[in-house]
């Protein structure tokens, strides 16, 4: 399924910034993943990682939050910058994926609700506080499912 032709109504982008390609930074991305990642991301990020784009960001239309999904090559440079040592045991058991624009970072990785998608915070990277948000990013921008998760404070 193309992810960004079915986004889910709650959300809004601009179209104008989506760019496909990618394929170099996708591909190490797959390969410097500590964990296995969902067929449905990799998919959304061929859609969203051409030259020159940093990956959507969506509007939660009634809620006035934002969702910036990275694309394959901000998300790399992401990894970099929150690669340092306090953080190495959070590092490396999950694949940062997105923000807020804010203090919340979005990732996939094996939380108290098992695998999926989470959210927590930037400056506290950990498993303790963080909230399962869905299953897949399939559920979550096309069905809607932990919308309001994403978007509450």
Not at 135 to 149: A, H, Q
């Amino acid at each position: 399924m193309n992810i960004i032709e079915n986004i889910n109504k709650k959300l809004v982008f601009d179209k104008d910034e989506i760019c496909a390609g990618g394929e170099s930074d996708i591909e190490e991305i797959i390969r410097v993943s500590p964990v296995p990642l969902p067929k449905d991301y990799i998919e959304f990020l061929k859609q969203v990682s051409g030259d020159d784009c940093y990956g959507p960001e969506f509007e939660a239309e009634d809620e006035g939050a934002s969702i910036w999904i990275w694309s394959a090559k901000m998300a790399l440079e992401k990894l970099e910058e929150f690669n340092q040592p306090f953080n190495q045991k959070f590092i490396n058991n999950v694949w940062l994926f997105g923000n807020d624009l804010g203090d919340l970072v979005y990732f996939f990785g094996t939380g108290k609700d098992g695998f999926g998608l989470y959210r927590t915070s930037a400056g506290c990277l950990g498993f303790e506080n963080a909230e399962k948000i869905s299953d897949t990013l399939t559920d979550f921008l096309v069905n809607g499912v932990g919308i309001d998760i994403a978007t509450s404070l």
